[in-house]
């Protein structure tokens, strides 16, 4: 059982994992430091602790504790109670779904044991943005992705408003980074994936064409502004779009995810 | 020919349309007051204008009047040059794609006649968050929806963060809100549209076969947390879902939105 540790300092160092949440830099080399991420929300923080990942501790307001006493009675980490406007003044917002917990992030597991038995899986270039990682690992899960790869700079998966966006899909979906950038489809198709490029290129096809019929499929995609890198457009298998009324440039990046994995899943 | 006007000056009061853009509260009554809406970006911007919209006024440092020259000529609404500092101090924020408009809305239009000719509609129920609304939006326009419709309490497409995400397309999709809330989808049906919506009731059936063969077809979806009110579910004509994984609970409103375009728009 997590002990209670009522705090009523905003100031006490034992909050430190909860400091400043709105403030990118400051979070990412903390949670990078301590090797540490943020799960935010009831749902969340029960999906987190399921998924395996240890906690480090948990932030919350008294009225939560009921709701999640089950997942704090699975650990001795400490649960931190505080006052909701506590929280407010560590984290920097109002914690509108009020429970949070700091867990341990674990070793990126290898490639292979990511993509062993999976049949359709997600890699994802270089998305910037941290709501569309999570929108796309949520549509991922939702609509029968195996696996998700992650280019060496795409945003972190486990940052805590990718974490909130999936709803807790980042602890469901096996993913993995890819450790190689340049040769990374390739080594893909090597492994007996056809690997299908998103873009726009005047050489795409319709995306339902060209997945049909295909065995294991890679879906890749590539950073909201620009799309694709040349490299990864040229060395995917396929090139495909998703048809769009003339005149409209483009989908968001989490649109297109989610009706290439439709139309990926049923092919 | 836009006037240019130099100003310095933070507190001058002819920058008032573009004052805390981030109070959602004061913009919500100060828009409402003046019938205005703002367009953030040289691309939304451009498409606001050429969709018809009149400006009130522009703001933007120097470097951004090249690029829109031939969208200031046609207006003689002024613009307001300033130093990107001063639109900060002014907003609130950084403005990263650099220019604005103000824009005067117009009245909206009669649901008669965004629908005529229309033959794939989306209809909103009470979607509370603009960055949903704006997706949906950009989806809709992009997958070959013809008209969208709203509910009395959807969220306003015109508040500016809808306007960004959807980039534009509320400007090019024929849109308007619903004057009654209770008998919405039955005067759908009359007008020969067949009503779906997408919910995870007992008897929604998949997607792709509640839409086959289907000439009219109004897509109908609600809110992010409850999703459709008893009444709209009840009243709509079929009820569908977009087939998931067992023990994923749902997709997010707009990748829902994007998928069930993209079905509904290949029926």
Known sequence: MARLVEVDDA??????DYRDLRDVQLRQSLEAEHGLFLAEGEK?????????????SFLMAPRW???????????????????EQLAEEVTGFHVHRGALASLHRRPLPPVDEVLAGARTVV??????????????LRSAAALGVDAVLLAPRC???????????????????????????????PRLSETGFTTVALTLSDDAVELEAAVAGLDRVALVLGSEGHGLSPRWEQAADRRAVVPMRAGVDSLNVAAAAAVACYVTARR
Chains 1, 2 share one sequence.
């Not at 486990?158 to 974490?163: N, P, S, T």
């Open 11 to 16: 100031a006490d160092p034992r909050l430190g």
């Open 123 to 136: 890699v994802l270039e270089d998305i910037v943005d941290h709501t569309n990682v999570g929108a796309v």
């Open 155 to 185: 945003a972190d998966p486990l940052y805590r408003r990718a974490v909130k966006v999936a709803m807790g899909a980042v602890f469901a979906v096996p993913w993995t980074r890819l450790p190689d950038w340049y040769d990374a489809l």
């Open 44 to 56: 969340v923080v029960r999906r987190a602790v399921e998924g395996g990942y240890a906690p480090r």
């Open 65 to 83: 504790l009921d709701g999640l006493a089950d997942v704090l009675a699975t650990t001795d980490a400490p649960c931190f109670v505080v006052s």
